[in-house]
């Protein structure tokens, strides 16, 4: 396996770049990865909810715990 396979290493490679992660609540959150842990708990930057593609509110820097995250994606 290269180093490059391994799931972290997909979000280091993420950190500093817009993402959109989507939620077990169906909500989305679009924001610029800063941090992130081994339980994916992540770190956005400049964050806005999404609702149905269009944004819902501004959150600024956030954090989401890692267990309500289904996905992350760039953006």
């Not at 993402?19 to 679009?30: F, R, S």
């Not at 269009?54 to 995250?69: A, Y």
Request: net charge neutral; charged share 30%.
């Amino acid at each position: 396996m290269e180093i490059t396979d391994r799931p972290l290493d997909a979000l280091n490679n993420a950190r500093n770049q817009r993402v959109i992660v989507e939620l077990k609540n169906k909500a989305q959150v679009t924001g610029k990865l800063k941090a992130f842990d081994i339980h994916i708990n992540v770190v956005l930057e400049e964050a806005e909810e999404l609702e149905n593609g269009q944004l819902k509110r501004k959150l600024g820097t956030t954090f989401i715990r890692g267990d309500m995250i289904v996905i992350i994606s760039p953006a």
